[in-house]
């Protein structure tokens, strides 16, 4: 087996050497091959130097940098394409994720044969208002949505499998979702208790203001989670439901006018009728294109609505 540490590093010239030297130490108590591939994401201070230097040092580091600044998730989906390890692993590079989980990692993989193993900050060294409070709400409503229950869906700290990888494209800040994307895919999930420490050298990258982008992000996730193959399902379904509304309020205030002659000139109603038969209209419509452009997007790469996870005996078949 070897293993890859992906770390995103953007502005930690502080963090840099002493997470190096410690992920080192760690690295040579564990009984496999590795890699340390950092991924700068367009740092403004001297990280990317100081990665040069220990990459110079070090054939077993990859530098990866960025031409600016792109985010967590570009920076992890760079970190996953340029790892070559069967296992991969992922960590802040703050030095707040501590490296000694790592081997406690390994064998939770090894033990209950999971495809991804997240870490549970169970004694978060952040503050509570602006850190932990929002995450602690946003946990729970990930992990009402998709269905996969989690204490900690902010954790940087996880390990995966190679294939599992590369069975998922981030967006956006959706390096948070990967456990519910790889659940999506067939993954089996698992989690452990990391240790987080607080942060020693520079300043958080993050903020309350994520909050909202995550709530959006979540509506994506659940939506090409559940219904990326079969969009009609939901807009149909939204279809149905106000064209059947708009239709029966009609319905009703035509009966109205013509037994019990009742006007329909000063009734609003009338208007939120019409409204929502266009709506209706337009939310099958919606899911009309949708379902061309799943099929043109499928057809067009020969890409399968499935995932094997693996083929036993005569391959005869196989595509």
Request: net charge positive; proline share 4%.
């Amino acid at each position: 087996m070897k293993l890859s540490v992906v770390i995103p590093i953007y502005n930690e010239e502080e963090n840099i050497n002493p997470l190096y030297e410690e992920l080192k130490d760690v690295l040579r108590t564990i009984a496999c091959d590795h890699e340390i591939v950092f991924v700068d994401d367009g740092s403004k201070d001297s990280s990317l130097a100081l990665l040069e230097n220990i990459q110079q040092q070090d054939n077993k580091v990859v530098v990866v940098s960025f031409r600016r600044n792109f985010g967590q998730t570009a920076a992890m989906s760079a970190g996953f394409a340029y790892a070559s390890g069967d296992v991969i692993t992922t960590m802040d590079g703050d030095m707040q994720n501590d490296p000694h989980d790592l081997p406690n990692f390994l064998a939770k993989m090894e033990q209950d044969g999971c495809d991804l193993v997240s870490g549970w900050r169970y004694k978060r060294q952040d503050p509570f208002l602006n850190r932990r409070l929002p995450s602690m709400i946003a946990n729970k409503i990930i992990s009402i949505v998709t269905g996969v229950h989690l204490h900690d869906y902010g954790c940087t700290l996880k390990t995966f499998r190679k294939e599992i990888t590369q069975g998922i494209n981030l967006y956006g800040e959706m390096h948070r979702f990967i456990p519910a994307i790889a659940s999506g895919v067939g993954g089996k999930i698992g989690e452990i208790r990391a240790n987080h420490r607080p942060r020693r050298f520079g300043k958080s990258k993050y903020g309350i203001s994520r909050t909202l982008r995550v709530v959006l992000d979540l509506m994506t996730v659940k939506f090409l989670l559940n219904y990326a193959t079969r969009p009609i399902h939901v807009f149909g379904m939204m279809g149905m439901i106000s064209g059947g509304l708009g239709f029966a309020i009609a319905l009703m205030m035509t009966i109205q006018r013509t037994f019990f002659h009742v006007p329909m000139s000063d009734r609003p109603l009338l208007l939120l009728a019409v409204l929502l038969l266009f709506m209706g209209i337009q939310f099958i419509s919606i899911g009309l294109l949708g379902e061309l452009q799943v099929r043109t997007y499928h057809e067009s790469q020969g890409k399968p609505i499935y995932v094997v996870r693996k083929v036993l005996g005569s391959r005869q078949g196989e595509p």
